[in-house]
């Protein structure tokens, strides 16, 4: 399978697109430790951290290790969050 860097995801609800700098500022605002606990990185309000967040993860779905997707509300698309599939390889399903 190759990941598409152009893929969307629409629900009745919701769109799910890979991530990008345009939300660097959406992420760093929202995320603190309590809703970043199970995330591959640890925020502390550092907009630095939160730019190599998006930077890598971008980067990873370049060489099809990973998607992170930025969750938006359909209608608004207001910032909600964010999701991912991580370490996608031949080995996990």
């Known amino acids: 399978m190759t990941l598409n860097a152009d893929i969307k995801i629409v629900t009745n609800r919701l769109v799910l697109q890979p991530v990008s700098e345009i939300y660097i500022d959406e992420i760093n605002k929202n995320f603190n430790k309590d809703i970043t606990t199970y995330m591959p990185y640890d925020p502390i309000g550092n907009r630095e951290d939160t730019v190599n967040f998006v930077s890598s993860s971008i980067e990873n779905l ?26 996608i390889n031949s080995e996990s399903v």
């Open 62 to 87: 370049n060489m099809q290790k990973e998607i992170v997707f930025v969750v938006l509300d359909k209608t608004t698309k207001n910032f909600i969050g964010c999701c991912g599939i991580h370490n």
